[in-house]
T-cell receptor
Framework: NAGVTQTPKFRVLKTGQSMTLLCAQDMNHEYMYWYRQDPGMGLRLIHYSVGEGTTAKGEVPDGYNVSRLKKQNFLLGLESAAPSQTSVYFC?????????????FGPGTRLTVL | GQNIDQPTEMTATEGAIVQINCTYQTSGFNGLFWYQQHAGEAPTFLSYNVLDGLEEKGRFSSFLSRSKGYSYLLLKELQMKDSASYLCAGMDSNYQLIWGAGTKLIIKP
């Protein structure tokens, strides 16, 4: 039982390049989330999904797109990377909302945009 | 607006007790979470409070006062491995988590 996994662990991009971050969970969770974590700030929600085939915007969605084609996978795309997107990205999953909103996090992806 | 406030950094001594405070303002309220995050690692769940009072879990306890918009995490018998950041998060009416910036706890021998 691997829990939540993320690939890649590290990445360096040049401004304007694109990339996709992959998140996978094997806990059969309905909800999945993408966050970014910057120094001195709390985790900020980028996009989330409440089930296969559905996605919704979080607090800071601009510059990112997501897809949830399979229940176990949640992809985060950067179409044209900018230095402001340098951050640590965490994926998380949960059974649902309310009492079932204990979120399980992946190990993170450290992205640098030059 | 929605806001979570917690101290930036605290220092405590091995074997002692420390209390990390958190005040919250959320649009609606569906509970308060505490997570632990070691440097360079992912956050891990510690506790969830939705009713007023104290929840005890081994060396860790979490308290909630909904009328005051206040919570604290109490860590007893501190160990060096407790050196980490502690994240407070309030769940709003849409069941979204609003996160504080975290409290970095430094344990000294």
């Amino acid at each position: 039982n691997a829990g939540v996994t993320q690939t890649p662990k590290f990445r360096v991009l040049k401004t304007g390049q694109s990339m996709t971050l992959l998140c996978a969970q094997d806990m059969n969770h309905e909800y999945m989330y993408w966050y970014r974590q910057d120094p001195g700030m709390g985790l900020r929600l980028i996009h989330y999904s409440v089930g296969e085939g559905t996605t919704a915007k979080g607090e800071v969605p601009d510059g990112y797109n997501v897809s949830r084609l399979k229940k176990q996978n949640f992809l985060l795309g950067l179409e044209s990377a900018a230095p402001s997107q340098t951050s640590v990205y965490f994926c998380a999953s949960s059974k649902g909302s309310g009492d079932y909103n204990e979120q399980f996090f992946g190990p993170g992806t450290r992205l640098t945009v030059l | 607006g929605q806001n979570i406030d917690q101290p930036t950094e605290m220092t405590a001594t091995e074997g002692a007790i420390v209390q990390i405070n958190c005040t919250y303002q959320t649009s609606g309220f569906n509970g308060l979470f505490w997570y632990q995050q070691h440097a360079g690692e992912a956050p891990t769940f510690l506790s969830y409070n939705v009713l007023d009072g104290l929840e005890e879990k081994g060396r860790f306890s979490s308290f909630l006062s909904r009328s005051k918009g206040y919570s604290y995490l109490l860590l007893k018998e501190l160990q060096m491995k407790d050196s980490a950041s502690y994240l407070c998060a309030g769940m709003d009416s849409n069941y979204q988590l609003i996160w504080g910036a975290g409290t970095k706890l430094i344990i000294k021998p």
